[in-house]
């Protein structure tokens, strides 16, 4: 299973670190974060510093279009204009209204496709808008019209890479099952057939652990990349972070995650008119064993009592011993690395044994978590606590008994 | 319930070509005979229209559902190149009143093979993986030609249905289009209810309004079922002395055994490809007909 990138503000050189040592397969760029010389220029330094092929992929970010008609719109350079016109003219804001117009939508879907046709991607990326809380839905309809219209769409571009359709869902949608179940009978019966899916899992806050982390969603995304899966689609989830090997598990050629916690989940809040102010998180560390990130500081008390929490992979030495604090530019590659790692060990070609894998994972997670309260003077800080633990069992319980499969 | 057909004689002294007829199967209101038609050998088919109903009304609804299941079935059978396929015989279709009953006629290709329930009757030999793979093939490919050229799901595929033939080229050959389902026609059973065969009853078919969403995966769950039970000359599901509301409930609700513990023999990935094809919701079958037909296709 490949990892990639989720491109997003602050990049620095952390993606061509990444490739350089090999712990990412590739990037997701996002527009709002990059102009487009500066996209060009970074895409070309990518391939310059690979040793291996690398995918190269573009997000439209088309979803944004909706909250665009809001002046005060958080764009960045979606909205760029330079003396040679707009960094990215393919993207207008866009009213729901005007999306139900078949000529619209393929006006749009034609821009962003040829938009990356000059652009050195390995593999296109369609518009598409969010699915806000139902697939019984205006929207859900104009999401379905985009991904019916990508295949053929991008076939008058007569170019061999292939193309995704981007399936932009909100958690809440995922609560209904008899609606999610009916909107799949139908994605998965297309006659023009895209490659795969660019799926995004929308939550309403990237910072709110507890609306990722429900067993419902975690079952709902695995669920649908079983399915497409099932069906021949290939699919890139973005965003997927820690999920990223669960959803592997069940199927998804890829995973995403970057290194502020709006490029760990997506939300549509990136795009809301600034609140200001914030402070920098607290750098953290993802324990494979945990499946969790704990705060620098908790690794420095825990790498002495419960030595389980640490991976032993190479970047552990970015933690040091004595403080455990890295430089915050380095903490997504201990982060990649690690997903990686989770990735290998619960990844396999029988859905059920990587189901098994995850589970016992979930369970041995459960038993060092107890160890630590044990061990521990003081408790962990919320974020770094044993509650996702819950979700991820349940989750993968729920998943198998939409999906059919007899858990051992 | 089978109906009692007339006299051969009367038969041939109304269709013109046929020199001799012997039966070779009978149904509810269908007989299948073995013809000679000229210097050829072909299947002849009569179908009788039956007289059912309180009211005249009713009578005539009946009436033209069967008409009108006839003349889709032979429309479609003209239409469809697939060698997967039976083809149409030498006697186009006729109404004909025999002994005061209406029946239609029509012929279609003899074909010189057994067909598949028989031999899981006769329990012989049961088949290799490469047989079985082939059965699975040929399904395939009907079912693409129904669905991909005419937007049609046959509804009945079944061991009945399908005749093993004595021929490399063309081994396995789909029957009966009686009751296959055009997405943009009117449902001909005017009840609303299935028109297949229980123990081959894909489970979507027991929903009350299954023809909204109806489509080619309904013949991929009953490909799966038609090679597994000629396979393990076992059903992966019925009993049977099941009455039909156990059938229909173990086609719903129940597991079916799992491919694998049947034909150990069998390679793993064709055992996963059957069972996963004999998943209840129809969205967790492989749906991509191209990418199965290869892997069918593929040296095991």
Request: aromatic share 8%; charged share 25%.
């Amino acid at each position: 299973m490949k990892l990639y990138a989720q491109h997003g503000h602050g990049n620095g050189e952390k993606i061509e670190e990444g490739i350089r040592n090999g712990s990412i397969d590739g990037v997701v760029f996002g527009p709002k974060n990059i102009t487009r010389a500066r996209l060009l220029s970074t895409i070309a330094e990518i391939n310059e510093v690979a040793t291996r092929p690398v995918d190269v992929l573009f997000d439209p970010q088309f979803y944004a279009a909706i909250p665009a008609v809001d002046p005060a719109a958080s764009l960045g350079s979606l909205q760029n204009e330079t003396a040679d016109g707009r960094d990215y003219p393919y993207f207008e804001a866009r009213r729901r209204s005007q999306l139900l117009s078949e000529k619209q939508l393929m006006a749009d879907l034609d821009a962003t496709l040829s938009f990356q046709r000059d652009i050195a991607v390995t593999g296109f990326i369609a518009p598409n808008i969010l699915i806000p809380r139902s697939f019984d839905s205006a929207e859900a309809a104009i999401s379905m019209d985009f991904i019916r219209n990508t295949r053929t769409r991008h076939a008058r571009l007569k170019d061999a890479r292939p193309v995704y359709a981007t399936l932009a869902i909100a958690r809440e949608a995922l609560l209904d099952k008899e609606e999610l179940l009916r909107f799949l009978n139908d994605v998965t019966v297309l006659d023009d057939r895209p490659d795969g899916f660019y799926l995004l899992i929308g939550v309403n806050s990237s910072e709110a652990r507890s609306e990722v982390y429900h067993a419902d969603v975690i079952a709902g995304w695995m669920y649908i990349n079983h399915v497409l899966r099932l069906n021949g689609y290939r699919i890139i989830n973005g965003f997927s972070d820690i999920l990223t090997p669960f959803v592997g598990a069940v199927g998804a050629e890829a995973g995403a995650t970057g290194w502020w916690s709006n490029l760990r989940a997506f939300s549509m809040d990136r795009f809301a008119p600034p609140l200001g102010g914030g402070r920098l998180p607290v750098e953290r560390y993802l324990s494979c064993a945990l499946l969790n990130r704990i705060t620098f500081y908790e690794l420095d008390q825990l790498r002495l009592l419960t030595p389980e929490v640490l991976n032993g992979l190479p970047t552990d030495k970015l933690y040091p011993e004595g403080s455990s604090q890295p430089q915050r530019s380095q903490e997504v590659l201990q982060s990649w690395e690690a997903i990686r790692e989770l990735n290998n060990r619960f990844v396999r070609s029988s859905v059920k044994t990587s189901l098994s894998l995850c589970l016992s994972a979930v369970q041995n997670a459960r038993e060092l978590y107890a160890r630590i309260d044990f061990a521990l003077p003081q408790s962990l800080d919320p974020k770094s606590n044993e509650q996702h633990l819950d979700a991820l069992e349940e989750g993968i319980v729920l998943f198998a008994s939409l999906a059919e499969i007899d858990l051992p | 319930m089978s109906f009692i057909p007339p006299p051969n004689d009367s038969i041939i002294a109304e269709f013109d070509g046929i020199a001799t007829l012997a039966e070779v199967a009978r149904g509810g209101f269908k007989v299948v005979y073995q013809a000679t038609v000229g210097p050829n050998t072909e299947m002849f088919k009569l179908v009788c229209l039956p007289v059912i109903g309180r009211t005249d009304e009713e009578r005539q609804t009946y009436r033209n559902e069967s008409l009108g299941r006839i003349r889709r079935e032979i429309q479609l059978l003209g239409k469809c190149q697939s060698p997967e396929l039976v083809k149409l015989g030498s006697i186009a279709p006729q109404l004909k009143v025999i002994g005061g009953q209406e029946y239609v006629g029509y012929s279609e290709e003899y074909l010189a093979g057994t067909n598949l329930g028989k031999l899981i009757r006769d329990r012989g030999q049961k088949p290799s993986e490469q047989e079985a793979r082939r059965l699975m093939l040929a399904l395939l490919k009907a079912i693409q030609e129904l669905w991909g050229a005419h937007r049609t799901v046959h509804r009945d595929i079944k061991p009945e249905n399908v005749i093993k033939l004595p021929d490399p080229q063309r081994p396995f050959v789909l029957l009966d289009l009686g009751i296959a389902y055009g997405l943009l026609e009117t449902g001909l059973t005017h009840d609303g209810s299935a028109p297949c065969t229980p123990r081959y009853l894909a489970p979507e078919m027991a929903r009350p309004d299954f023809r909204r969403d109806l489509d080619y995966r309904s013949d991929l769950y009953t490909t799966a079922l038609t090679v597994f039970e000629y396979s393990a000359q076992m059903h992966p599901l019925a009993k049977t002395r099941d009455d039909l509301i156990q059938t229909i409930s173990r086609a719903l609700h129940q597991p079916p055994r799992r491919f694998r513990d049947e034909r150990p023999d069998f390679s793993e990935s064709f055992c996963d490809l059957v069972d996963q094809m004999l998943k209840k919701k129809p969205q967790l079958r492989p749906s991509d007909l191209n990418a199965l037909i290869a892997e069918m296709e593929a040296p095991v």
